[in-house]
Nanobody, 126 residues
């Protein structure tokens, strides 16, 4: 499967952005999808993940209550709605996917995911 992330940009603190991860080349509903981010000089960090059907989600503590991950399997797309953005949310955001037979499986480890899209830059600054 190929993944294409989009939607990044420059936003003021307290603002919102919605990222999209569009997939092609596979049966999208077979895949767990996650968002990760990497800030300059820091390791890649898990942000959020969603199960194949969208019924279960997982979030990093740092984004709980502010970010929402969702998916539309009819459009082969996963979204990350980011609200109340803070300067420390500044990073390159990438989506990742892995096929699984387990309908409730997600994972926060980058090494678990088999497919990665290119990143989209999110900058939170006044």
């Amino acid at each position: 499967v190929q993944l294409q992330a989009s939607g990044g940009g420059l936003v003021q603190p307290g603002g919102s952005l919605r990222l999209s991860c569009a997939a092609s080349g596979g049966t999208f509903s077979d895949y767990v999808v996650a968002w990760f981010r990497q800030a300059p000089g820091k390791e890649r960090e898990f942000v959020a993940a969603i199960t194949r059907g969208g019924g279960d989600t997982r979030y990093a503590d740092s984004v709980k209550g502010r970010f929402t991950i969702s998916r539309d399997n009819t459009k082969n797309t996963v979204y990350l709605q980011m609200n109340s953005l803070r300067p420390d949310d500044t990073a390159v955001y990438s989506c990742a996917a892995k096929a699984t037979a387990y309908v409730r499986r997600t994972d926060s480890a980058p090494a678990w995911y088999a497919y990665w899209g290119q990143g989209t830059q999110v900058t939170v600054s006044s």
